[in-house]
């Protein structure tokens, strides 16, 4: 008797194991499907990390901002006024009608200690050109960079200009803002003194 009622417990230990368990579901799609609210003192991931099927999305867990202050799968509809992790921010910059072509400082108001500013594309309306009876190429000068706590931004064909006869060029800047929860930046200065190949000193990422 005592071998039968043990074999029986096994029996039904393994079923339990193999279940898929829900909570205020009676659907599970996972060993363990939560629907609502759920509080627990350490997470365990599997490993290794199970692939998504190809009907399911993945998504970001966030923190939306006050006053929800929930910690909550990124929904754009839910926290509009939250910034994805990864955005995708246009400014059309009219310029100084006297210079037609100069942005010496345009500040974005963009947080410069939670975020990070990368210009990814760039566009001007009008033709430059220079004075100099040297043929040269103009080459746009195009930075973001931090100060006093924002994000500014810096544009210019140096040494060039639309002509006097046409109108004020305006500049179109494409940035790519992350967050720095995300996103880490690594900065490196390194000369190739007389040759013209050279290495890092030290993987900046690895």
Request: proline share 7%; with cysteine.
């Amino acid at each position: 008797m005592t071998k039968i009622i043990s074999m029986i417990t096994l029996v039904g230990t393994s079923v339990l194991i193999s279940a898929q368990v829900g909570i205020n579901t009676a659907t599970p799609e996972k060993e363990l499907t939560v629907n609502g609210t759920m509080k627990t003192s350490g997470i365990v991931f599997k490993q290794p990390m199970e692939k998504l099927k190809a009907d399911e999305n993945y998504t970001f867990i966030i923190k939306s901002p006050a006053p929800e202050n929930k910690i909550t799968a990124y929904n754009d509809s839910f926290v509009p006024n939250s910034p994805a992790p990864i955005n995708l921010v246009q400014f059309k910059i009219t310029c100084d009608p006297a210079d037609k072509d100069w942005v010496n400082q345009f500040d974005t108001k963009i947080n410069s200690k939670k975020f990070l500013v990368v210009i990814s594309s760039f566009g001007f309306t009008q033709p430059t050109r220079t004075n100099s009876a040297n043929w040269l190429t103009p080459v746009p000068q195009i930075f973001a960079y931090s100060s006093n706590g924002t994000w500014k931004l810096k544009a210019d064909y140096h040494g060039f200009s639309p002509d006097a006869s046409l109108p004020t060029g305006i500049w179109t800047l494409n940035l790519l803002v992350f967050d720095r929860s995300y996103a880490k930046d690594f900065n490196a200065t390194q000369s190739l003194n007389a040759s013209t190949t050279g290495a890092a000193a030290a993987p900046l990422i690895q």
